[in-house]
Antibody, heavy 122, light 106 residues
Framework: EVQLVESGGGLVQPGRSLRLSCAASGFTFEDFAMHWVRRPPGKGLEWVSSISVKGGGIGYADSVTGRFTISRDDAKNSLFLQMNSLRVEDTAFYFC???????????????WGQGTMVTVSS | SYVLTQPPSVAVAPGKTASITCGGDDIATKSVHWYQHKPGQAPLLVLNYNAERPSGIPERFSGSNSGNTATLTISRVEAGDEADYYCQVWHSPRWLFGGGTELTVL
């Protein structure tokens, strides 16, 4: 069964850091681009970041550029999101997702995890 | 910047047809993907490339994309279809989601 499981969420103060992880199973992780998407409370889905196969292509939303870093460890079938200088407006459920192909654009996100909640508050 | 516009809400009676629109400048030149998201669950891809249904998605879900509007159509609506629906496009170098439409089954 194809599965994505996020972890690492929690309550953190503004300005602090948090690292999210996404464990993949049931498919050849290294063959697919991966993404992070978030949904703030009471709001809609928002794309956060994407990484292509072998990390050759990376993209970030303007709202997180310079603060968040996406990475992957193909040997461990894992995707990561390092979140620094967190803000109250980063509070959201964070989902990881895989895409059909190896590049970060065009193909839909065909499998999603259940998400992990990040709350930024003092 | 490119913006995707969806109606905030759509309400439909069981057994009827729901149409959820996604407006964008010349959106017909882009491939539109649609997702269903229920509270506490993972988002679910219901249509990709405008009208292709992934495995397991009922034929009741269909799509079109023309001019400045893409449309997700759900025929014979069921109570279980109640959810938030989002359109998505790749507008290089970013992914964009519409604001989402809450589908209420009356």
């Amino acid at each position: 069964e194809v599965q994505l499981v996020e972890s690492g969420g929690g309550l953190v103060q503004p300005g602090r850091s948090l690292r999210l992880s996404c464990a993949a199973s049931g498919f050849t992780f290294e063959d697919f681009a991966m993404h992070w998407v978030r949904r703030p409370p009471g709001k809609g889905l928002e794309w956060v970041s994407s990484i292509s196969v072998k990390g050759g292509g990376i993209g970030y939303a303007d709202s997180v550029t310079g603060r968040f870093t996406i990475s992957r460890d193909d040997a461990k079938n894992s995707l990561f999101l390092q979140m620094n200088s967190l803000r109250v407006e980063d509070t959201a459920f964070y989902f990881c997702a895989k895409t059909f192909g190896g590049v970060i654009g065009n193909d839909a996100f065909d499998v999603w995890g259940q998400g992990t909640m990040v709350t930024v508050s003092s | 910047s490119y913006v995707l516009t969806q109606p905030p809400s759509v309400a439909v009676a069981p057994g009827k047809t729901a149409s959820i629109t996604c407006g964008g400048d010349d959106i017909a030149t882009k491939s539109v993907h649609w997702y269903q998201h229920k509270p506490g669950q993972a988002p679910l891809l219901v249509l990709n490339y405008n009208a292709e249904r992934p495995s397991g998605i009922p034929e009741r879900f269909s799509g079109s994309n023309s001019g400045n509007t893409a449309t997700l159509t759900i025929s014979r609506v069921e109570a279980g279809d109640e959810a938030d629906y989002y359109c998505q496009v790749w507008h290089s170098p970013r992914w964009l989601f519409g604001g989402g439409t809450e589908l209420t089954v009356l």
